[in-house]
Nanobody
Framework: QVHLAESGGGLVQPGGSLRLSCAAS????????MGWYRQAPGNERELVAA???????NYADSVKGRFTISRDNAKNTVHLQMNSLEPEDMGVYYC????????????????WGQGTQVTVSS
């Protein structure tokens, strides 16, 4: 099994910044893509940003230029630096990763963190 532990959510004023972190642990052979989804009340979960093991990144149009995703492959961690936060960024942010847990199998399974709340309000 794989466990993802998120941290860094909270309350911030519009225009402020937050940094989310997610650390993976458990039976990990390798990690392909890691990233973040978010879900606001009444909305579907949407992809915010993703990063491959090689460092290629993908962002939702709504966060381009404001959010930066990064990862530390040696520590199995992924981070999301969020700047110029807007009320529309509010929601529960979920970390995920696509993991191989066995050296003899190329099958990847996706695991999710428990979610961390981001509130943007004055």
């Amino acid at each position: 099994q794989v466990h993802l532990a998120e941290s860094g959510g909270g309350l911030v004023q519009p225009g402020g910044s937050l940094r989310l972190s997610c650390a993976a642990s458990g039976n990990i052979f390798s990690i392909n893509t890691m990233g973040w989804y978010r879900q606001a009340p009444g909305n579907e979960r949407e992809l915010v940003a993703a990063i491959t093991s090689g460092g290629n990144t993908n962002y939702a149009d709504s966060v381009k230029g404001r959010f930066t995703i990064s990862r530390d492959n040696a520590k199995n961690t992924v981070h999301l630096q969020m700047n110029s936060l807007e009320p529309e960024d509010m929601g529960v942010y979920y970390c995920y990763g696509n993991f191989r847990t066995r050296s003899y199998s190329s099958i990847e399974n996706r695991y999710w963190g428990q979610g961390t709340q981001v509130t943007v309000s004055s």
